[in-house]
């Protein structure tokens, strides 16, 4: 798995993670919202801006 992938898996790992658990604090929210700015970067960096865009 090169860098790339493995970043890709973390963003969203942490996404899934936090939207299980924003109920339970507000601080999952703001994760949430960094997990899903991660996600764009990782869809921009792969070239593939449709899901950079839209993340």
Same mark, same amino acid.
């Given at each position: +798995?090169? *860098? !790339? *992938?493995?970043? @890709?898996?973390?963003?969203? *790992?942490? +996404?899934? #993670? &936090?939207? !299980? ?8 929210? #703001? !994760?949430?919202? $960094?997990? $899903?700015? +991660? @996600? *764009?970067?990782? @869809?921009?960096?792969?070239? &593939?801006?449709?899901?950079? #865009?839209?993340?």
């Amino acid at each position: +798995m090169d *860098s !790339l *992938s493995l970043f @890709g898996f973390v963003a969203i *790992s942490f +996404m899934l #993670l &936090a939207y !299980l658990f924003e109920d339970k604090n507000p601080y999952f929210v #703001l !994760l949430f919202a $960094c997990a $899903c700015a +991660m @996600g *764009s970067l990782y @869809g921009f960096l792969q070239d &593939a801006w449709p899901f950079g #865009l839209i993340e």
